[in-house]
Every structure is written in C-alpha cells, then in structure tokens.
C-alpha cells in the first residue's frame, strides 16, 4: 500500500494564481483531514471529509475549498493565493473520525 | 479541550532511553493521551496512545500517571534517527466530548539524539 499521497511536493506561486493540492489514499478509509504547518508551528486543521460528499471545516478554513467525489481523493482548492498561505499542507486518513490519523508526506507552497 | 505543556527541547544521547514529559492537568475522563512524531520535513507519524494503564509498542512505551494528570513517552534505545519534534496530544475518542476526533498539535517537544 502506498497510504496517503501528496502531489506535488513543491510549488510556487504568484499573489493571485489559483492551484488544487492533490491527496488520495488506498486504505480504504472514509475521513480525510488536511492540515497546514507554518514554520516552526504545529499542524491547523483546514478542513476534514467524513465521506464521499461530505465535508466541514476546521479550524482555518478561510481562502481554501475542497471536495470530496470519491473516497479515495481529497483536493484542497486556493483560488486566490495570498503570501499568507505559504506553508506545508498536510493530508491525512483515518478509518474513523477518532482513528488513528496517517499523514502523508506534504506539499511545500510559496506564495510571492 | 484539555491542553498539553511539554518542554520546547530535550536531548538524548544516542542508545539511552528518552523520556520525554507532557503535562495534561485538565484532562477529562473520556480523553485519551496520544503522541505523534514529525521528522523534519516529514508527514506526523503516529507513534501511541493511552487512556490509563501503560501502553507499549514495537516503537514506544507511554507512562500514564494515576491521576491523569502527566505522561511520559519512552523511547528505550534512542537512535540518531529518532531526532524529531515530538507532540504529545489530548484527544476524545467519544462522540460528544469537546475534543471529539480533533488532533490539535501543540508545538511539541524537539528532541535531538546526538553519538
């Protein structure tokens, strides 16, 4: 099993630009999370799936979407990039909404 | 949600155990103890979790104090690969409790083996 991928690893962009992080998952489980990392911070929750065409927000939701067609992918959508949303994007699964949570191995962004 | 207090640094000398503190003085009855590891650059990867009784795992042991209040993570024969920002996180696992299903990560213990 591959587990959680994160596509791509690196991007930047400009102020402005739009771009969809990409997350999909083979174990089969139903939540997704993604989280964002600033330097030097632990992890906020942006949003989180409790299954195909469910979704919800976390903590800082503010400047992202996502959607949620299948069970195996989870996009999270920037429309309008801003330099306050350069970080780390995490993905994560778990097989229930209080699982163990597996993370994926992230995507660095840079907004200029 | 119960927060959680650990020491920004600790260090640890390659082969020795790791000990390293968390502090949950409001934690409720129904909260689990739960630690997560992020190696830099990396994905948090799960490492354990407990509610009460002493937990141990191909990776860990997690010492639970009676009263709930502190634990304590152990990495028994700490290796350089081990070096990583450790989180040690308070969680429900009962639908209805504040922090149901939520991982709120602190800013975690970084722990530094060193030969």
């Known amino acids: 099993n591959a587990g959680v991928t994160q596509t791509p690893k690196f991007r930047i962009l400009k102020i402005g630009q739009s771009m969809t992080l990409q997350c999909a998952q083979d174990m089969n489980h139903n939540y997704m999370y993604w989280y964002r990392q600033d330097p030097g911070m632990g992890l906020k929750l942006i949003y989180y799936?409790?299954?195909?065409?469910?979704?919800d927000k976390g903590e800082v939701p503010n400047g992202y979407n996502v959607s949620r067609s299948t069970t195996e992918d989870f996009p999270l959508r920037l429309e309008l990039a801003a330099p306050s949303q350069t970080s780390v994007y995490f993905c994560?699964?778990?097989?229930?909404?209080?699982?163990?949570?597996?993370f994926g191995p992230g995507t660095r962004l840079t907004v200029l | 949600d119960a927060k959680t207090t650990q020491p920004p640094s600790m260090d640890c000398a390659e082969g020795r155990a790791a000990n390293l503190p968390c502090n949950h003085s409001?934690?409720?009855?129904?909260?689990?103890v739960y630690w997560y590891r992020q190696i830099h650059s990396q994905g948090p990867q799960y490492i354990i979790h407990g509610l009460k009784n002493n937990e141990t795992n191909e990776m860990a042991s997690l010492i639970i104090t009676e009263d709930r209040k502190s634990s304590t993570l152990i990495l028994p024969h700490a290796t350089l690969r081990d070096t990583a920002v450790y989180y040690c996180?308070?969680?429900?696992?009962?639908?209805?409790?504040?922090?149901?299903?939520?991982?709120?990560f602190g800013q975690g213990t970084i722990l530094t083996v060193h030969p």
């Open positions: 409001t934690i409720s009855g129904n909260e689990y």
């Open positions: 994560a699964s778990s097989a229930a909404l209080a699982g163990t949570q597996y």
């Open positions: 996180i308070v969680r429900s696992l009962n639908a209805g409790g504040t922090s149901y299903g939520k991982l709120t």
């Open positions: 799936s409790v299954g195909a065409g469910i979704t």
